[in-house]
């Protein structure tokens, strides 16, 4: 799962990727045309507490990779080489300037919007016109007439309210305006505890905004962990902005934790709402997807409760789940399989 922070240059991306990240990436655009790379661990408080519990010898959190994409330069649409980095993630983080001399933040939300659906456009209109030479899938041409329309009227395409089938028929396509997106609106140190504005909400449509301050969170980033409490004390802040950042990403993206729990190891899987117990055990090796028998699933609460599986198993918080199931967030799970 790739997050890319995009946005117009200098707008503090490479300073907030060094905030989440811990890297030391050189932030005033000096390493132009880089984009650097991060893994980062999603903070996940019932993961503590199941390591807590059992005590493994390892623990594994959940992980989110984020790109720092170069800058795009305002006014002059987006180059060949943006549309690449920005083809690459899977959601888009748009970084907003709302730091130091006359911000314009509405406006560079509203500005990247419209180059993304101007992207699309284009390629849909190359389509249709590729349409009247050659015959395409059948309904092709009026689903892309249909969402040429939508374009038009400057509507990005995760909010035109396509069906889940014709998001389907449009995969191939790979439409940027129908990718996630969430809003970081990098303030100043003085506005780092303050909500983001009316005309910033209205121009972010329905999509998150998280506020924070790019370069006090890189700051606390390179504190040890007690000093950090304090530091974020001062600027109103409980946790730093970074977990808050993180978290929304991974909602955003439709993405659940399922956990395995043993021994030597406490780890979070990273899933999709909607997964089946089948697809799910996949992840952990397709071994486990081929010869799977069934799920054992304790809700999550249940096994903070009663501390171990054979408790749960004798209190009847134990659930024999098939293939078909659909896997739940904090599901603690143990697969069954045969090969
Ligand atoms: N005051 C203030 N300055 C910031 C903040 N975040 C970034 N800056 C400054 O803004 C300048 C640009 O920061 P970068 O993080 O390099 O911005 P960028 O978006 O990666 O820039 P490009 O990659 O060139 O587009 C640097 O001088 C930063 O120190 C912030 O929260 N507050
Ligand atoms: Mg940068």
């Not at 038009?152 to 396509?162: D, F, Q, V």
């Not at 969430?182 to 999509?207: I, R, T």
């Amino acid at each position: 799962m790739r997050v890319g922070l995009v946005g117009f240059k200098s707008s503090g991306k490479t300073t907030v990727f060094n905030a989440l990240t811990g890297q030391k990436a050189e932030v005033g655009g000096y390493a132009a045309g880089k984009v650097n790379l991060g893994v980062i661990k999603v903070p996940d408080p019932r993961v503590d507490a199941l390591s807590e519990i059992c005590k493994p010898e390892k623990t594994t959190y959940a992980e989110v990779t984020f790109a720092d994409v170069p800058g795009f330069e305002a006014g002059k649409g987006l180059d060949s080489s943006a549309l690449t980095h920005l083809r690459d993630v899977d959601a888009f983080a748009h970084v907003v300037r709302a730091f130091g001399d006359a911000p314009a933040a509405a406006r560079d939300i509203r500005d990247l919007e419209v180059e993304l659906v101007l992207a699309d456009l284009a390629v849909v209109e190359k389509r249709l016109e590729r349409l009247k030479k050659e015959k395409g899938k059948p309904g092709e041409k009026e689903l892309l007439e249909k969402v040429g329309a939508k374009l038009s009227a400057e509507t990005p395409l995760r909010a035109a309210g396509l069906s889940a089938d014709e998001e389907k028929a449009l995969s191939s396509f790979a439409f940027l305006s129908q990718r996630p997106m969430l809003y970081v609106l990098n303030v100043s140190e003085a506005d780092a505890g303050k909500a983001a504005g009316q005309e910033v909400v209205a121009a972010a449509a329905s999509a998150p905004v998280v506020v924070l301050s790019g370069r006090a969170e890189m700051e606390i980033a390179e504190l040890a962990p007690d000093e950090q409490t304090a530091f974020l004390a001062d600027l109103g802040l409980g946790e730093p902005a970074r977990a808050r950042f993180i978290r929304a990403c991974y909602s955003l993206l439709d993405l659940i934790s399922m956990f395995t729990v043993g021994e030597d190891e406490v780890k979070a899987w990273t899933i999709h709402r909607g997964d089946h117990a089948r697809k799910a055990a996949g992840k952990i090796h397709t071994d486990i997807e081929r010869g799977f028998i069934r799920a054992e699933v304790i809700r999550y609460e249940d096994y903070v409760t009663y501390k171990t599986e054979a408790r749960c198993r004798e209190v009847g918080k134990l659930r024999l789940e098939g293939k078909d199931y659909v896997v739940q967030d904090g599901d603690v799970v143990h697969f069954r399989f045969n090969v």
